[in-house]
């Protein structure tokens, strides 16, 4: 009886073991296939790569999504506003991704805050001045420029005697992007920045785009070393794109080239922000409607004012 009574237990035991087999070989299947999913839209993101932006150089290239591509840019600008080196930028840019993935998070080790977790109880501002990219920028500049020989030292280091971080070696890890990234929005590698992004299905105004130009570049803007206007697109724009707004913001950077390149990269970085459909300078245009391999550099184009960073936002 007892011998029976264990044979019909084991046989139950493998038929629960049969029936339970089938659907975990299912889940797994299909964890598989969601996790070569998600590996896929990590490595190439949507089918035409929509919401992120690529910089290249130095033999490689780095994605990023474009909320940090725009952290990036307003990094990028507030160096080039203050006429520093582009080493700064490659400086602040490492800095940033490390200490918060070049995000302006409101949470950190201890009290820290903001794109470079900087602390107000160390005398880095209060916690909302902190939290405004700009400032905490120029905070992080200021400490930069004191440090004797940043332009030409280590990254690393520098950024470690700015930040003082318990982990003074981890900012190495981001120094080849940081250097792609500021080459490309201080203007010193051309048309390097693009954005390959959705349609915008809104209508949405030029003057937005100025007030963060004047915002991201005041002492440019204040000195004249940069204005900006608008004008009729179809005056000023070398082609007019589907959809595109009546009017362009008109960006003069004075025959400075590299700003002018700054500013271009800069306004296809703000371009998920702001609308931004089209961007021309010296005969390239970056078009946010093109996909394929056209989208993955700058294009070419004649006429518009192709002295002038020509910035066009959704007309719909």
Same mark, same amino acid.
């Given at each position: 009886?007892?011998a029976?009574?264990?044979?019909?237990?084991?046989r139950?035991?493998?038929?629960v073991?049969?029936?339970?087999?089938?659907?975990?070989?299912?889940v797994?299947?299909?964890?598989?296939?969601?996790?070569g999913?998600y +590996?896929a839209?990590?490595r190439?993101?949507?089918?035409?790569?929509?919401?992120?932006?690529?910089?290249?150089?130095l033999g490689?290239?780095?994605? =990023?999504?474009?909320d940090r +591509?725009s952290n990036?840019?307003?990094?990028?600008?507030v160096?080039?506003?203050?006429?520093?080196?582009?080493?700064a930028?490659?400086?602040?840019l490492?800095t940033a991704?490390?200490?918060?993935?070049?995000q302006?998070?409101?949470?950190?080790?201890?009290?820290?805050?903001g794109l470079?977790?900087?602390?107000?109880?160390?005398g880095w501002?209060?916690?909302?001045?902190?939290?405004?990219?700009?400032?905490?920028?120029n905070a992080? =500049?200021?400490a930069? +420029?004191?440090i004797p020989g =940043?332009?030409?030292?280590d990254?690393n280091?520098v950024?470690?005697?700015?930040?003082?971080?318990?982990h003074?070696?981890a900012?190495?890890?981001?120094?080849?992007?940081?250097?792609?990234?500021?080459s490309?929005?201080?203007g010193?590698?051309?048309?390097? /920045?693009?954005?390959?992004?959705?349609?915008? $299905?809104?209508?949405?105004?030029?003057e937005q785009?100025?007030?963060e130009?004047?915002?991201?570049?005041?002492?440019?803007?204040?000195s004249g070393? /940069?204005?900006?206007?608008?004008?009729?697109a179809?005056?000023t724009a070398?082609?007019?794109?589907?959809?595109? $707004?009546?009017?362009a913001?008109?960006i003069?950077?004075g025959?400075?080239?590299?700003?002018?390149?700054?500013?271009?990269?800069?306004a296809?970085?703000?371009?998920?922000?702001?609308?931004?459909v089209?961007?021309?300078y010296?005969?390239?245009?970056?078009?946010?409607?093109?996909?394929?391999?056209?989208a993955g550099?700058? $294009?070419?184009?004649e006429? $518009?004012?192709?002295e002038?960073?020509? +910035?066009?936002?959704?007309?719909r």
């Open positions: 009886m007892a029976r009574a264990r044979r019909r237990t084991r139950r035991e493998r038929s073991a049969r029936h339970l087999a089938v659907p975990l070989v299912m797994l299947l299909f964890a598989g296939i969601a996790g999913s +590996v839209l990590q190439y993101g949507s089918p035409a790569h929509e919401g992120t932006c690529v910089a290249t150089g490689t290239s780095h994605r =990023y999504s474009t +591509v990036a840019a307003l990094i990028s600008a160096a080039v506003d203050r006429e520093l080196p582009p080493r930028a490659s400086i602040a490492a991704y490390q200490e918060s993935q070049l302006n998070i409101d949470y950190g080790d201890r009290d820290s805050l470079f977790q900087q602390r107000p109880s160390q501002g209060t916690e909302e001045q902190i939290q405004d990219p700009v400032f905490s920028t992080f =500049y200021d930069l +420029v004191t =940043y332009r030409n030292a990254i280091d950024a470690q005697q700015v930040q003082r971080s318990g003074p070696e900012y190495r890890d981001h120094e080849t992007e940081g250097r792609l990234y500021a490309a929005l201080t010193q590698s051309g048309p390097n /920045l693009v954005c390959t992004l959705g349609a915008v $299905g809104a209508t949405v105004s030029p785009v100025r007030a130009l004047e915002r991201q570049f005041p002492r440019s803007v204040e070393r /940069l204005s900006a206007g608008l004008d009729a179809s005056s070398p082609q007019l794109p589907e959809h595109a $707004g009546a009017m913001l008109v003069d950077p025959g400075d080239d590299a700003l002018g390149w700054a500013v271009a990269n800069w296809v970085a703000r371009a998920a922000d702001d609308g931004v089209q961007v021309s010296q005969g390239r245009v970056w078009d946010r409607s093109v996909r394929g391999e056209e550099s700058w $294009g070419t184009a006429g $518009g004012s192709a002038r960073v020509v +910035v066009l936002v959704s007309g």
